[in-house]
């Protein structure tokens, strides 16, 4: 099975995130001490990681594996560019054109 056909698989974003959330509230219920969770959820991840909450229609686009643009690399991060990313797309075999 490629990467492609088992990303085809997965279930959608906000599906992913209630389970997630589900699970950490869980996980809070039957553990009290966090240092002992398996799961965890902060709803903030995204923007305090990155220091900025990407857009969730670019996300997809990765997800989805569509071809890569100039326009959706700088969505998710204006520092990049598809040039600086060449040699990563080549290792990790994100399809092309």
Not at 24 to 50: G, N, P, Q, T
Request: aromatic share 8%.
């Amino acid at each position: 099975m490629t990467a492609a056909q088992l990303a085809a698989r997965l279930p959608g974003v906000e599906i992913v995130r209630r389970r997630s959330q589900s699970l950490a509230v869980l996980d809070a219920i039957m553990s009290a001490d966090r240092e002992y969770r398996y799961f965890s959820f902060d709803a903030d991840y995204a923007s305090e990681y990155f220091e900025h909450q990407p857009p969730g229609e670019a996300v997809t686009a990765v997800i989805e594996q569509r071809p890569l643009t100039e326009a959706l690399v700088r969505a998710l991060n204006s520092e990049r560019s598809l040039h600086d990313l060449a040699g990563d797309l080549d290792r990790i075999g994100y399809p092309s054109g």
